[in-house]
């Protein structure tokens, strides 16, 4: 079975500081993984997938393949990070579905 | 870009009766659409997949007797919770899978469903 994995429920760091909130999952083949964000009293959006290699608003995800790992960082944390933050894998034997961690809260203090 | 809405944003019935929800895709059409659970402070828990023109598809654990959906439309599915009880009380939220794109997912703002 497929499983996402976020160990910390909350990430409390101060703005300008590094944040890297941990994402790890179990899958026997090749994945797709997600980073969603869900904003105070806003609906979850993607804000990045592993084959984009690309930085939103900052952030970036390297996929480890070894590790199992989908982690997501930002160099200088600002306020407006200040969210939930959902890891998400989609797999073969799941087809379209999105298999959600458990979330990592961020608060961003000034 | 790819909007997905609900209705009603929240809802307060009575033990018993029965509530639906609607998703819709207000800009574009979606053949799959998901409907998702979460409770306070949790992650969502995917309950069934939609599909336009067959029947929904349920995760293991979900009563689909109890959760009945309806994907009539290329624009609309509904999810209704027969016979509510307190326990149903959750944050109901739909995704429609985008227009163009095969991965990504819309959300939609969620529903929130208080069974009293």
């Known amino acids: 079975a497929q499983r996402v994995t976020q160990p910390e429920k909350l990430l409390s760091v101060f703005k300008g500081a590094p944040v890297e909130l941990k994402c790890n999952y179990s899958?026997?083949?090749?994945?797709?993984l997600f980073w969603y964000v869900q904003y105070s009293r806003q609906r979850l959006q993607l804000l990045l997938r592993?084959?984009s290699r690309e930085s939103i608003k900052g952030f970036t995800a390297d996929l480890n393949k070894g590790e199992t790992s989908f982690h997501l960082k930002k160099p200088f944390a600002q306020e407006e990070d200040s969210a939930m933050y959902y890891c998400?894998?989609?797999?073969?034997?799941?087809?379209?579905?999105?298999?959600f961690g458990g979330g990592t809260r961020v608060l961003v203090k000034p | 870009g790819a909007v997905v809405s609900q209705h009603p944003s929240w809802v307060i019935c009575k033990s018993g009766t029965s509530v639906k929800i609607e998703c819709r895709s207000l800009?574009?059409?979606?053949?799959?659409m998901f409907w998702y659970r979460q409770f306070p402070k949790q992650s969502l828990m995917l309950m069934a997949t939609?599909?336009?023109?067959?029947?929904?598809?349920?995760e293991q654990g979900v009563e689909k007797d109890k959760f009945l959906i309806n994907h009539a439309s290329l624009t609309l599915s509904t999810l209704t919770v027969t016979s509510a009880h307190p326990e149903d009380s959750s944050f109901y939220i739909c995704?429609?899978?985008?227009?163009?794109?095969?991965?990504?997912?819309?959300f939609g703002p969620g529903t929130r469903l208080t069974v009293t």
């Open positions: 939609s599909n336009e023109g067959s029947k929904a598809t349920y």
């Open positions: 800009d574009f059409q979606a053949t799959t």
């Open positions: 899958y026997s083949g090749s994945p797709e």
């Open positions: 592993h084959i």
């Open positions: 998400a894998l989609r797999g073969g034997a799941a087809g379209n579905k999105l298999t």
């Open positions: 995704s429609a899978r985008g227009p163009r794109s095969s991965y990504e997912q819309y």
